[in-house]
């Protein structure tokens, strides 16, 4: 059978592409019925609770966690590109102040390609060489912007400090406690990747048209800027303020439910239990917001989390439980980063995972698919047969 005849026979209408397979990947696994998530092999957990964010982006790139010597020298290469040419930080000051934050990753990651000799570079050591600079780069940008926009001078990273902790002490010009640290690190590792959702598949949507990285990450930054996605983390923070006392939670979440709306947060297009990464982050979310004398805070998503699941069970059978975004919004209020920046330090963790699937859509080797992905929508509008609508001069319609 050639090819065509292979896609002729695979034609089939899933709205939404819910549960077609339309590559293969090594890279992560989601299981949504036993609610496991696996890098390359390895669960989750213990890489959360025992890697480094460093770790794991050598895992996601190269396939493999690093030795010791490994390690160190990716540490080394990271520490050199840890820079922002001087241009990007002027045309980052050049931006309104009001600009989204998200807005502002979006549209700055093709100027840093502006800023490579060869950005559109097609082989897989250079274009690695280019990913592990985007991925150094992002949260530089993201803290050089916040500052920027505060009236603040950027801080330079300093090459003593591992990823996570450079990011936080650019973003707040103090060195982070060790323990601030693993809290990034965490949050980071647990977003890095997440199989073929919707902002890794534009990604490599992007990729199969063999369009340079700096343009497929620019489109995974717009994808995961929506509410649905990336953009539920601060929205589910709101949420947790708007509702303010736990005894005000059953009434909030009537309400949002006999309006037809969405419990931020809540709910995932995969995982039918409780994403195992909040599993993770809610007791980090419990000590850090007990720490910080807002245990209520915890408190009330707790009770938004039991009250949706039940709710929703009755309402419509079937529960939904909390996925990753619910319990991030707390850690990341603790951990002092701007409402408006949880999305974007989603994007700090995710782009090593984008990077990932660039790399493995453009040099996997023979996958199961054609080289670019094209689905098919079907027409439902106006049709007046094979020779077309009859043509309307502009003064007779
Ligand atoms: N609040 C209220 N209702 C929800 C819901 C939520 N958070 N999540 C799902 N539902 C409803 C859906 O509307 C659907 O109802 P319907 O059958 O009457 O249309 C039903 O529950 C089943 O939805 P499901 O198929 O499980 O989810 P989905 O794949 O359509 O949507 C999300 C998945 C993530 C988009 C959805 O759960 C959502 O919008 N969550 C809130 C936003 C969010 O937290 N996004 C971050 C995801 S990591």
Redesign the pocket.
Known sequence: MNSRETMNQMETKNIGL?GIVVADSTISKVDGEKGILIYRGYDIAPLAREGSFEEVIHLLLDGELPTPSELESLRREMAACRELPAPVVETLRSLPKEAVPMDVLQGMVPVLAMYESEPAAANPAACRRLALGLICRLPLLLSAWERLRGGREVVAPRADLGHAANFLYTLHGEVPSEKQAAVMDTVLILHADHGFNASTFTARQVASTRAHLFAAISGALGSLSG???GG?NYR?YRMLREIGAKERVREYVNR??DQG?????????VYRVT?PRALILGPMAAELAGQAGHPELYEIAEEVRRI?TTE?EKR?G?A?YA????FSAIVNSMSGIPVDLFTPVFAVARVAGWCAHYLEERFGGAQAKPAIYRPKAEYTGRYCGLEGCRWIPLEER
């Open positions: 819910r509410e649905l996605h539920a589910v949002t439910l709306e969405r419990i931020m947060g809540m709910g995932h297009a994403d949706t929703m419509k079937r939904i996925n990753v975004d619910f």
